[in-house]
């Protein structure tokens, strides 16, 4: 039996671990702030990608049936910018730099979502999201735009911790003599000439940001559904946002459990274009296979900063290789079919400890560092019944179920130690001969 009841996550919204218990039994609905593509994603991207495709594949493990959405931002400034300066179309870009993403993902083994959908192809929902909050009474128009009110939603700042005051000396807000407070935000914004616009009850134009994840999550998982998720930077003011327009909108709350990861720095400093440290991910897979560049970000915990630099992707290479080897060396004691079952089926004690370790350190609030740490045990296991199997042929049965148990276990992660990559030769014949 699965233990379903056990899992804890850290919920940004009550800034506390809390015990994760779905809507409805038995399902899990999660919305992932996907990119804006604009160019191939970036580090800051591949994190929460590979983290909540992780969360994913843990919920899965555990018997949830999951409804994972991921949205595409298409329409946006960066891409219209990068669309004039190529002498391109914006949404042909934004389409290019899509499949671009898909094969980022497919290299990092990121599943596809159950939906990635698209802010081009849902104007109908977005433009519906905008006229309720106008009737409403969140929402205003000023000369073709269309503003979100703050100062109309009581809870605006529950997420963030901030107030109205904040904001009001607050500098990320963008100040303009349109709007009515300096934290009133653009659900829609009139059309500039040559841009892509869209015909709306309040003219030609484009939606703001933030409105699209409410009108795409409420379409996709209803009004209120079970995870929401995203990088830390998004707390503010991109959930806070989300949550003011959803909730003023249906008068329900957004997501029961809000998960953020944390930031990356590179060589410990921030990431961002001015300091030119502005990863692609594209850069570090010409280095680095990108199951070891998955096996780094899930050496620490989700919520935990994280640096990169060529020495720490050079030691994740390393562990990872290690692993690869009990991998190859079980596959060369006992033939890869005898391995390639997808769930172990075993009842020894000391392989069940495994287990339940493993389980206990994902169930609190998806541990991964320490779970790797418990796949390192188990190798080590597996290196010492390979040697005893070969001078005792009774053992292999045992080797199969702990091998099965590896493969299980690393599979969770989304870790593949049977993928022909990453592996030096030096390497191999350095652990070979030891
Ligand atoms: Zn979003």
């Not at 003023?248 to 709350?253: E, K, L, Q, S, V």
């Not at 296979?289 to 390393?318: C, W």
């Amino acid at each position: 039996m699965r233990q379903k009841n056990e899992l804890k996550v850290y919920n940004t919204l009550s800034g506390k671990k809390e015990d994760f218990v779905p809507r409805v039994e038995g399902k899990v609905g999660m919305y992932v702030c996907g990119p804006t593509t604009y160019n191939y994603i970036h580090l800051g991207n591949a994190r929460p990608i590979v983290v909540f495709d992780t969360v994913r594949r843990f919920l899965e493990y555990l018997g949830y049936e999951v409804t994972y959405v991921q949205n595409f931002t298409d329409v946006d400034d960066k891409i219209i910018n990068r669309a004039q300066e190529e002498n391109d179309s914006p949404l042909e870009l934004a389409a290019r730099y899509i499949e671009e993403y898909f094969k980022d993902a497919k290299d990092l083994n990121v599943r596809q979502a159950s939906v990635h959908p698209r802010v081009s192809q849902h104007m109908p929902d977005i433009i519906r999201f905008i006229q309720i909050l106008l009737d409403k009474g969140f929402a205003y128009l000023m000369d073709g735009d269309v503003y979100f009110s703050v100062e109309s939603f009581q809870e605006y700042g529950k997420l963030s911790k901030r107030d109205l005051e904040d904001l009001q000396a607050g500098a990320r807000v963008e100040v303009s003599e349109k709007k009515k407070h300096p934290g009133d935000f653009a659900l829609w914004k009139k059309a500039k000439a040559g841009e892509p616009s869209w015909n709306s009850p309040w003219g030609e134009g484009r939606p703001g940001w933030h409105i699209e994840c409410s009108a795409m999550s409420n379409k996709y998982l209803g009004k209120t559904f079970d995870i929401h998720a995203g990088g830390m930077d998004l707390i503010f003011p991109h959930h806070e946002n989300e949550i003011a327009q959803s909730e003023a909108c249906h008068g329900a709350p957004m997501a029961r459990y809000w998960l953020h990861n944390g930031f990356i720095t590179v060589n410990q400093e921030k990431m961002s274009k001015s300091l030119g440290n502005f990863f692609l991910l594209r850069d570090i897979l010409q280095k680095y296979p990108g199951q070891v560049i998955r096996f780094y970000l899930l050496s620490t915990h989700y919520r935990s900063p994280i640096d990169f630099d060529n020495e720490k992707l050079e030691a994740a290479q390393k562990g990872w290789e290690r692993l690869q080897t009990t991998q190859r060396l079980l596959q060369e004691t006992l033939g890869v079919e005898n391995i390639a079952q997808d769930k172990a089926e075993t009842e020894k004690e000391e392989l069940l400890a495994y287990k339940e370790r493993f389980l206990a350190a994902m169930n609190e609030d998806f541990n991964t560092a320490l779970a790797i740490a418990v796949l390192f045990e188990l190798a080590r296991e597996i290196n010492v019944l390979i040697t005893e199997a070969a001078a005792e042929p009774q053992k292999k049965e045992e080797l199969r179920e702990a091998g099965q148990l590896f493969a299980e276990l690393s599979e969770v992660l989304g870790l593949n130690f049977s993928l022909a990559q990453g592996l030096s030769a030096e390497f191999a014949q350095e652990v070979e001969g030891s």
